[in-house]
């Protein structure tokens, strides 16, 4: 590793108390010795380190996007045309399309073929300042072809110079081609992923059209007999319930959030489980955006993920995401910053990042900004000037 010294820079450390004190220093020194952020302070000097004069710009922590869908192989646009026609997304994953187009496609792709395209978005994630991507699979479906996406995503993250974290989404859909779905998914998929991915989440979608919230209970219960944590899809087009059973289960987090009660809400931001809100989906399909500014009010745990996806939302881009949550979540851009690098890496129970603070990994991006409410108020170029991925610079 080499060691490197980031001089006279904004540092947003993240380390404040509260969901929008962003800990701020100003004209600071970072020394990273090891891929580890060894020295935080003003007039650090370091022979043998690299230096790195930032000219006062904003450093603040690599983004952490907790929620993807970023493995997939074909294409949804002539889907989009009709939705652009009308079309609901509903309608069309009643009809066969939606979730299950990809999931024919993802099928017929090798393992290799899904590890490579894979790969290509995670570079270009990297290039907009994220160096850690939940990333689910879910587009198999099949015993088979979830392992063979989990088995990609686990092959993506060893070529990569960030992390990529992987989730079982066995839930994402129902396979009609397949009698009893559910119970195939619990006894047969369940157990092959338990075997091969112990104490991986498991994730599903609870929606209309998709599994129903009894159905998604009793995979989850299963699933957390079997030691896995659990995350899921709930409150995207309809509140069915999910929430107080998240939270009486301990579930990891609830996310999209677009059509929850306020009731319900409440109650997930009084809880332990955290909500992470998806606002590239309502920018990309209906206009339906969560109350980013009730939930953290009311002192929930928020984060904000992209949800990048063949379908629903085509964006890759973290600082897209939080200019979409100022606009559309109400959040301010010092809230939205904090809820897509120190919380989201809180969620996946990585607590060596998401912050600047001595003996932290130092995955590192530098805005071309001096100051960070920029970030938040442009939009549509890419803000990020330097990544630093544990110390090595690769942007």
Not at 133 to 155: N, R
Not at 271 to 285: N, Q, T
């Amino acid at each position: 590793m080499n060691d490197v010294l980031i001089s006279n820079a904004r540092i947003l450390t993240m380390t404040g108390e509260s969901s929008s004190d962003l800990g701020a220093l100003g004209s600071a020194d970072v020394l990273i010795q090891n891929g580890s952020i060894v020295a935080i302070g003003q007039d650090i000097e370091s022979h043998q380190a690299q230096p790195f004069d930032a000219a006062g710009r904003v450093l603040m922590p690599a983004f952490v996007d907790c929620h993807t869908h970023a493995c997939w192989a074909g294409s949804r646009l002539a889907e989009w045309e009709q939705k652009l026609r009308g079309t609901s997304y509903l309608d069309l994953l009643a009809a066969g399309g939606g979730i299950m187009s990809t999931v024919r496609a993802v099928r017929e792709t090798s393992r290799e073929d899904l590890r490579d395209a894979l790969l290509y978005r995670l570079d270009k994630m990297k290039q907009t300042g994220t160096l850690t991507a939940e990333v689910k699979s879910g587009y198999g479906l099949s015993t088979h072809d979830e392992i063979k996406m989990l088995e990609a995503i686990s092959e993506a993250s060893c070529a990569w110079p960030g992390t990529a974290v992987p989730t079982a989404c066995i839930g994402h859909a129902k396979d009609p081609a397949i009698s009893d779905f559910v119970s195939y998914t619990i006894n047969e998929t369940l157990p092959e992923i338990t075997k091969n991915f112990p104490g991986i989440t498991i994730d599903a979608y609870c929606e209309k059209g998709s599994w129903t919230l009894d159905e998604t209970l009793r995979l989850f219960d299963a699933a957390q007999t079997a030691g896995h944590p659990i995350r899921v899809h709930a409150d995207q087009f309809n509140d069915l319930g999910m929430i107080p059973a998240a939270i009486e289960r301990g579930y990891m987090s609830v996310d999209h959030l677009e059509a929850t009660a306020p009731e319900h809400l409440a109650l997930l931001a009084k809880s332990a489980c955290f909500g992470v809100m998806l606002p590239i989906c309502g920018l990309h399909l209906d206009n339906r955006f969560a109350d980013g500014r009730g939930f953290l009010d009311a002192g929930g745990k928020l984060a904000i993920a992209s949800n990048y996806n063949p379908g629903s939302a085509p964006c890759f881009s973290m600082p897209m995401v939080v200019a979409t949550s100022v606009r559309n979540l109400d959040l301010l851009p010092s809230e939205a910053m904090i809820a897509a690098t120190r919380t989201p890496a809180q969620l996946l129970g990585l607590t060596d990042r998401g912050t600047i603070a001595v003996g932290q990994r130092a995955d590192l991006i530098l805005l071309d900004m001096t100051d960070d409410r920029e970030l938040a108020f442009e939009f549509g170029a890419n803000p990020v000037l330097g990544v630093w991925a544990a110390g090595r610079r690769v942007v």
